[in-house]
C-alpha cells in the first residue's frame, strides 16, 4: 500500500493528540492508586460527567471552550472531593476487593444514572472553536485538536511543577514511594489522598471536555476508555504516572495509525493482550520499578 | 538421633545478611530454644526452615529426608509444624473447624472422597474430629469448642494455634514467641503444657524472646547473633557463658538504656 | 432440618409457578433469574470461598453462550451437546488461563481477569469469521431434549428450573464438604493453610474451573433463550448484575447469595423499573453494602452471633 508522508503525518499528529488525553485519564488512575491503593472503576464514568459538563456548561458562555472547560473541571473535582469524603475515606488500604466493588458501584450510579437521565443517544457538541482548522504545510490540524493538545500538555506541566514543588506534591509523592517513611516525618495521608483523588478527577474533568467535541458525548463513553486507562496504567506500573504518560502517547499512535493502515480489527484487542502478558511476566509494569509496592 | 539438622543456612535480603552460614541440630525428643537479641535471624531462620523463605545456601534434612526445596505444604506434611509470631487462626471457623482444617489425617482422602463423603473420607473425619477433641481438651479450651475462634482471647488463639499442630501428630513442631503477649500468669502453664506434650513424643523447636521461659523449659537452647549462631549448650552452661551474657544481655540493657534515655 | 424444609417449600413453590403465572413476562423474569442465580453462585465459590475476585466469569459467561449457539449453528449439535460443549469450552480455557493468572498477586488478578473478559467481548465482535461479528447470531432453534421442544416459555422456565436446581446443587455438595472448608481456609489465611499442609493451587484451580463450567453452561443455556448471542451478551451489566447478588447476598454464604439473588432478581421487576433506573438502584445497594455492611447479609446476622456470643462469655 501507497503512504504518503503528509497522510502519515496527519495520523501521527491525530495520535499524539488522542495519546495525550488518553494519558490524562490514565495519568488520574495512576494518581489515586498512588494515593490510596485504590483501582477507580469509576474512573471513566467521571470523564464522561465531565464531556457533559462541557456540554452543558458551553451555551452558557457563549460556546466559549476555555470556561466550559474549567467549569467540567471544578464539577468533576467537586465529585471527586464528594466521593472521597462520602466513600473512599472510609476503605482502608488492605481492603482492596471492598474499594473495587464501591467504585464498582459509583460507575454504575453514575452510567446507568445518566442514561436515564439523557438517554443512550450520542450528541454532537459544538464550540466557538468550529470545526475550523489551520494548515502546517500539507497537514490539516483542527482546533478542537491543538487546543485539547495544549490543554493536555498545560495540565501535565502544571502536575509535574506540583509534584515537583509544592508541598502538597512532595507529600503526594512520598506517600506513592514510601508510605510508612511519609507517615513516619508526619504527612498526613487522608490530606494527601484527598488532594490526589481531586487533581485526579479535576484532570478526568478536563479530559472529558476536551474529548466532548472531537468525539461524541454519550453515558457510555467512559466505559470505553476506562478499560483502555487501566491497560495504559498497568503497563506503565501502576502507581507510576510518567509511565503511564507515555504509554498512553504510544497507544494514541498506535490506534491512529492501525486505523488507517492495518486491519484494525484486532488493534484494540491486542493491547490487552500485550497488558496480560505484561502482568504476568512482571506484575509491576513495565516502568514500576521498586517504587510502589503491590501487595 | 539428630530429627533436624542445618548446615550452612545463608539468606540475605537487599544485600543485608539476616542469617549467614548458621549450622545447628534439634535432637529427637528435645525441647530446644533458639533465643537471640532483636535482628539476630531467629524469624528468618524458622521460616527458612518451615519454606516460607528461600534460604540463599545452605541444606535443612528433616530426619533423613533433604526438604531444602520444598514449599511449605510439602514440608507440613513430611511432618514439620510451625506457628507464627504474630497468631494466626481461621478467625471465621469455630475451633474444631479450625483443628479440621489440618490436612494430615486426610492425608488417603482424595477430592472425590471428600466430595462425595465416602466411607473413606468419613472414617477419616471421625478420627480426625475425636483427635481434635483431645487436642482442645488438652489445651483446655474444651468449653468453647464450638465457638467462632474469633471470639478467643490472644493467648487462647495461641493454645489453639498450637492444638492444630498437634492435628498432625507431628514430628517436629516449631514455635515462634510461644508467649510473647501472653498474660505473664499462664506463662507456667503453657511450658507445663509443652513438657507435657513433650513427653508424649514431640520434638520442639522454641523461639522466644523470654531467656527465662526458655531456659526453664528446654534441654538445649541456641544462641544467635548477627545471623550467627553465638553458642550452644545445656540452659545452665548458656545462662553464664560469657559471650552470651556480652552479646545478648549486654545489648539488651544498651536498648532499655536507650529507651529510658529517650522518654 | 429448617433450612432443608424451607429449600422443599421453596423448591415446590417455584415448581407450581407455571401453573398459576402465564404472564410470559413473569416468566421470562423467573429464567433469567435461575440462570444469574447460577452464575452468582459460581462467582461466588471463586470470589466467597477461594477469595478471588474474577471478573472472568463475564469471559466465560460469553464463551459460554457463543460456544453453544456456534455449536447449534455451524456444529450441527443437538442442544444437550452444545450446552455441554460450552460448559467444555469455558472449563478448558480456565484450566490453561487460570494456572499462570493464578500465580499472580490480588491486585494483579483483579486486573488480568478484568482484562480476560475484555478481550473476549473484542473477540466475539471482531473475530467475524466465526462469531459473525456484531451483528451475531440470531435465530438459535428452539431447544430440545430427547425429542421434547422447549418451546413454550413455560417449558423454558422448567428447563432453566432444573439446571439451576443441578448446578445449586452441586455448589451446595460441594461448599459444605471438606473442599469448601478448605477453600475457605485458603482465604482466611492462606499462610496458615499452607503451613498446616494445605496446597492453595489446586484448590483455587478446582473453584477457578468448576465455576467457569457453570458459568460457562448458563450462558450456553440463556442465548437458548434469547434466541440469540451478538457481543452485548458480553455487556458489563451481566458481570454487574451477578457481583451484587455475591455482595448482597455476603461473598462466601451460600444460602445469603441464592436468597439476595431472588430478592434482587423480584423486586425491581415488581416495582416496574426500567433496565437503567434497576442498574442505579443496584448501583446504590452495592455502595451501600460495601460501606455499611461489607460481608452482606450473611455478615450482618454472623456479626450479632459473635456479639451475643462475647456478650454471654464476658
Redesign the interface.
Known amino acids: 500500500m501507497e503512504i504518503s508522508l503528509t497522510y502519515f503525518l496527519q495520523l501521527t499528529v491525530n495520535g499524539i493528540v488522542l495519546g495525550l488525553l488518553y494519558g490524562l485519564i490514565a495519568v488520574g488512575l495512576a494518581l489515586i492508586f498512588g494515593v490510596m491503593e485504590i483501582v477507580n472503576f469509576a474512573h471513566g464514568e467521571i470523564v464522561m460527567v465531565g464531556a457533559f459538563a462541557m456540554m452543558f456548561a458551553l451555551p452558557l458562555f457563549a460556546l466559549g471552550y476555555w470556561p466550559a472547560a474549567l467549569v467540567a473541571m471544578l464539577v468533576t473535582g467537586a465529585l471527586g472531593l464528594l466521593l472521597y469524603e462520602l466513600l473512599l475515606a472510609r476503605i482502608e488500604r488492605s481492603e482492596f476487593e471492598r474499594s473495587i466493588l464501591v467504585t464498582l458501584g459509583i460507575s454504575m450510579i453514575l452510567l446507568y444514572g445518566m442514561q436515564y437521565l439523557f438517554t443512550a443517544t450520542p450528541r454532537l457538541v459544538d464550540t466557538n472553536l468550529g470545526f475550523e482548522g489551520f494548515e502546517l504545510g500539507d497537514i490539516r490540524i483542527t482546533w478542537i485538536r491543538c487546543v485539547a493538545a495544549f490543554a493536555a500538555l498545560a495540565a501535565f506541566v502544571a502536575l509535574g511543577l506540583i509534584l515537583r514543588f509544592t508541598q502538597f506534591g512532595l507529600a503526594m509523592r512520598a506517600i506513592a514511594q514510601n508510605r510508612d517513611a511519609a507517615l513516619m516525618i508526619g504527612i498526613k495521608p487522608r490530606q494527601v489522598a484527598r488532594n490526589g483523588v481531586m487533581v485526579a478527577t479535576a484532570l478526568c474533568g478536563l479530559a472529558g471536555a476536551a474529548l466532548a467535541p472531537i468525539q461524541s458525548v454519550q453515558p457510555a463513553m467512559g466505559q470505553a476508555l476506562i478499560f483502555k486507562a487501566f491497560a495504559l496504567t498497568v503497563i506503565g506500573g501502576l502507581g507510576h504516572m510518567g509511565g503511564a504518560l507515555v504509554v498512553a502517547i504510544m497507544l494514541g499512535l498506535i490506534e491512529s495509525w492501525s486505523a488507517a493502515f492495518t486491519d484494525a480489527v484486532w488493534q484494540e484487542a491486542s493491547v490487552f493482550i500485550v497488558m496480560i502478558v505484561i502482568v504476568l511476566v512482571r506484575p509491576e509494569g513495565l516502568f514500576g520499578g521498586k517504587r510502589v509496592r503491590l501487595g | 538421633m539428630t530429627l533436624l539438622e542445618i548446615a550452612g543456612l545463608s539468606k540475605a535480603y537487599r544485600g543485608i545478611h539476616a542469617v549467614r552460614n548458621t549450622s545447628f541440630r534439634v535432637e529427637q525428643g528435645t525441647i530446644t530454644g533458639l533465643i537471640g537479641p532483636n535482628g539476630s535471624g531467629k524469624t528468618t531462620t524458622i521460616d527458612c526452615i ?1 519454606g ?1 523463605q528461600q534460604a540463599d545456601a545452605g541444606r535443612i534434612r528433616l530426619e533423613d529426608r533433604d526438604i531444602s526445596d520444598l ?3 510439602r514440608i ?2 513430611a511432618g514439620l ?2 506457628t ?1 509470631q504474630t497468631v ?6 469455630d475451633l474444631m ?1 479450625n483443628l ?5 489425617p ?1 492425608a488417603d ?1 482424595t ?1 472425590w472422597d ?2 462425595l ?1 465416602r466411607r473413606r ?1 468419613r472414617e477419616a ?1 471421625r478420627q480426625a474430629a475425636r483427635r481434635a477433641q483431645e487436642a482442645i481438651d488438652l489445651v483446655g479450651l474444651t468449653r ?1 469448642i464450638d ?2 475462634a ?2 478467643l482471647s490472644y493467648g487462647q488463639k495461641k493454645l489453639l494455634a498450637l492444638a ?1 499442630t498437634m ?2 501428630n507431628p514430628k517436629l513442631v516449631i514455635l515462634d514467641e510461644p508467649v510473647a503477649g501472653v498474660d505473664p500468669t499462664r506463662v507456667n502453664d503453657i511450658a507445663e503444657l509443652l513438657r507435657r506434650i513433650n513427653r508424649s513424643g514431640t520434638t520442639f523447636l522454641i523461639v522466644e524472646h523470654n531467656v527465662e521461659f526458655i531456659t526453664n523449659l528446654c534441654d538445649h537452647v541456641l544462641v544467635l547473633e548477627q545471623g550467627r549462631l553465638l553458642a550452644e549448650g545445656a540452659p545452665k552452661t548458656i545462662r553464664t557463658d560469657a559471650r552470651v551474657l556480652d552479646a545478648y544481655l549486654g545489648r539488651e540493657r544498651q536498648a532499655e538504656r536507650d529507651s529510658a534515655g529517650l522518654q | 432440618m429448617r433450612v432443608a424444609g424451607l429449600t422443599a417449600l421453596a423448591l415446590a413453590a417455584l415448581a407450581i409457578l407455571p401453573l398459576f403465572v402465564h404472564s410470559n413476562y413473569v416468566l421470562s423474569i423467573a429464567i433469567s433469574g435461575f440462570i444469574f442465580v447460577v452464575c452468582a453462585a459460581a462467582l461466588n465459590l471463586i470470589y466467597g470461598f477461594a477469595g478471588l475476585l474474577s471478573f472472568a466469569q463475564l469471559g466465560f459467561w460469553g464463551i459460554g453462550g457463543y460456544a453453544a449457539a456456534i455449536a447449534v449453528v455451524d456444529g450441527k449439535l443437538g442442544f444437550a451437546a452444545s450446552v455441554m460443549f460450552a460448559a467444555l469450552l469455558a472449563a478448558v480455557i480456565a484450566l490453561v488461563t487460570g494456572f499462570p493468572i493464578l500465580r499472580t498477586n490480588r491486585h494483579a488478578f483483579v486486573i488480568v481477569t478484568l482484562t480476560f473478559a475484555l478481550l473476549c467481548a473484542l473477540v466475539a465482535r471482531d473475530w467475524i469469521s466465526v462469531t459473525r461479528g456484531p451483528l451475531g447470531i440470531p435465530s438459535l432453534p428452539v431447544p430440545t431434549f430427547f425429542g421434547f421442544a422447549f418451546a413454550s416459555p413455560t417449558r423454558f422456565y422448567y428447563l432453566a428450573f432444573a439446571f439451576a436446581v443441578l448446578a445449586l446443587g452441586i455448589l451446595y455438595a460441594l461448599v459444605t464438604s471438606r473442599i469448601g472448608l478448605l477453600l475457605k481456609a485458603i482465604k482466611q489465611n492462606e499462610a496458615l493453610a499452607r503451613s498446616q499442609g494445605i496446597s492453595p493451587m489446586p484448590y483455587k484451580l478446582f473453584a477457578f474451573v468448576l465455576g467457569a463450567a457453570l458459568t460457562g453452561m448458563a450462558g450456553g443455556i440463556y442465548v437458548f433463550h434469547l434466541r440469540i448471542v451478538d457481543p452485548t451478551f458480553l455487556d458489563f451489566y451481566y458481570m454487574q448484575t451477578f457481583l451484587i447478588f455475591v455482595v448482597l447476598g455476603g461473598a462466601g454464604s451460600f444460602w445469603g447469595v441464592v436468597i439476595a439473588g431472588a430478592l434482587m432478581v423480584a423486586l425491581p421487576e415488581a416495582l416496574r423499573f426500567t433496565n437503567d433506573l434497576r442498574m442505579v438502584i443496584y448501583g446504590f445497594v452495592l455502595v451501600v453494602a460495601m460501606l455499611v455492611m461489607p460481608r452482606g447479609i450473611a455478615g450482618v446476622f454472623h456479626d450479632r452471633r459473635l456479639n451475643a456470643l462475647r456478650a454471654k462469655l464476658a
Open positions: 518451615t516460607f514449599p511449605p505444604q507440613a506434611r509444624l510451625r507464627f494466626r487462626i481461621y478467625d471465621d471457623f473447624q479440621l482444617a489440618v490436612t494430615a486426610f482422602v477430592g471428600m466430595f463423603r473420607f473425619h468453647l465457638a467462632p474469633a471470639i492444630a492435628m498432625a
